[in-house]
T-cell receptor
């Protein structure tokens, strides 16, 4: 079946521009996660949704980062007034059931964001 | 969430078993051990997970010690396509069970 889909695959923006990154989770998956991966590092948690509710946004690095999932399926990560340090791969993951630690998360291939 | 320790890199000959170790000495009773791998330019791929018992699937086997303080991921017949960074993660059910990645082990399978 279809996996997690992210778009665009690559995004180049000038410093100060706003960007929006899209995630289509696996159909029926309740939980959705966003992670940020800097070059040479492991992914770092940004935020978590259960259906449309954003239950954890403790990993968002600043108030320039905003995520939403209005209908409980597709999610968008928005970064306002981008800075060079925002350059990274942004990964989305989904899992079937919330708050159950024996349900694996399945990842998309990410959006590689480059800020010039 | 418990922290994990993995060797930064390992080599393995093609066709041989790759045994990747992980230490998680502070693991709690309700925390699962997960393994993911990440091939260059792709997202992390789920491999296997376990709580107490050894687990096996079509990709790998997971051996967890009786005291649960360490585990080993076994790829029984490594191929060149298994070259990747392998992450061992201890995961709780709190806050939806976010994954906390370390640096992982960079496995190089050589012909």
């Amino acid at each position: 079946g279809a996996g997690v889909s992210q778009s665009p695959r690559y995004k180049v923006a000038k410093r100060g521009q706003d960007v929006a990154l899209r995630c289509d989770p696996i159909s029926g998956h309740v939980s959705l996660f966003w992670y940020q991966q800097a070059l040479g590092q492991g992914p770092e948690f940004l935020t978590y949704f259960q259906n449309e509710a954003q239950l954890d946004k403790s990993g968002l690095p600043s108030d320039r980062f905003f995520a939403e999932r209005p209908e409980g399926s597709v999610s968008t990560l928005k970064i306002q007034r981008t800075q060079q340090e925002d350059s990274a791969v942004y990964l989305c993951a989904s899992s079937l059931v919330p708050r159950v630690s024996n349900q694996p998360q399945h990842f998309g291939d990410g959006t590689r964001l480059s800020i010039l | 969430d418990a922290k994990t320790t993995q060797p930064p890199s390992m080599d393995c000959a093609e066709g041989r078993a790759a045994n990747l170790p992980c230490n998680h000495s502070t693991i709690s009773g309700n925390e699962y051990v997960y393994w993911y791998r990440q091939i260059h330019s792709q997202g992390p791929q789920y491999i296997i997970h376990g709580l107490k018992n050894n687990e096996t699937n079509e990709m790998a086997s997971l051996i967890i010690t009786e005291d649960r303080k360490s585990s080993t991921l076994i790829l029984p017949h490594a191929t060149l396509r298994d070259t990747a960074v392998y992450y061992c993660i201890v995961r709780s059910g709190n806050q939806g069970g976010k994954l906390i990645f370390g640096q992982g082990t960079e496995l190089s399978v050589k012909p």
